[in-house]
């Protein structure tokens, strides 16, 4: 397993502007979640996947916000005409559907800084 | 709904001392129960889980934690910590037979004094 990556690391962007952040998930992971953590806070929970589903969102995720996983594999994160307060690690996690407790693996996470 | 505290933000520690860092949690149904830990710059990793059975769950890196249904406790313990141990600490908790999404505690910051 090479791990969960996500692309880019780190964002930079300007009140106003869209951004879109890409996770791929661990091979043959069926689940694929995406948490939003800011300083000093422990990640919340923004929505998830099983397979090419999206099976929850979370009221943290507005109208701006809109999550794709078109062919069950990699995933997009899209925030459209993002503020200051968006500014945050948005992290993304898979799990293999084994039933119970399931371990979700982490990637590294995407640093967004919205000036 | 559920919900997870983790009662200390910091928790200061001499090497080679012991270390106890608390998570209470409240939810209506069955839970899975988790600690992450956070290293500086690094993903989150699992330490250990408990899904069932023995209460005493023992995880990576000689750390340990206790389940205690009646006081809805989920603490964790080591014996001897070592200054690679500096990290965050993340307790959380998943519900029910679909245990999907995770919920997790504001974090402790554990640091170990030389």
């Known amino acids: 397993d090479t791990g969960v990556s996500q692309d880019p690391r780190h964002k930079i962007t300007k009140r106003g502007q869209n951004v879109t952040f890409r996770c791929d998930p661990i091979s043959e992971h069926n689940r694929l979640y995406w948490y939003r953590q800011t300083l000093g806070q422990g990640p919340e929970f923004l929505t998830y996947?099983?397979?090419?589903?999206?099976?929850?969102k979370s009221r943290l995720l507005s109208d701006r916000f809109s999550a794709e996983r078109p062919k069950g594999s990699f995933s997009t994160l899209e925030i459209q005409r993002t503020e200051q307060g968006d500014s945050a690690m948005y992290l993304c996690a898979s799990s293999k559907l084994a039933g119970r407790g399931d371990e979700q693996f982490f990637g590294p996470g995407t640093r967004l800084t919205v000036l | 709904a559920q919900s997870v505290t983790q009662l200390d933000s910091q928790v200061p520690v001499f090497e080679e001392a012991p270390v106890e860092l608390r998570c209470n949690y409240s939810s209506s149904v069955s839970v899975y129960l988790f600690w992450y830990v956070q290293y500086p710059n690094q993903g989150l990793q699992l330490l250990l889980k408990y899904l069932s059975g023995s209460t005493l769950v023992k995880g990576i890196n000689g750390f340990e934690a206790e389940f205690n249904k009646s006081q809805t406790s989920f603490h964790l313990r080591k014996p001897s910590v070592h200054i690679s141990d500096t990290a965050e600490y993340f307790c959380a908790v998943s519900e029910g037979s679909s245990a999907s999404k995770i919920i997790f505690g504001s974090g402790t910051r554990l640091s170990i004094r030389p």
């Open positions: 996947f099983q397979n090419e589903a999206q099976l929850e």
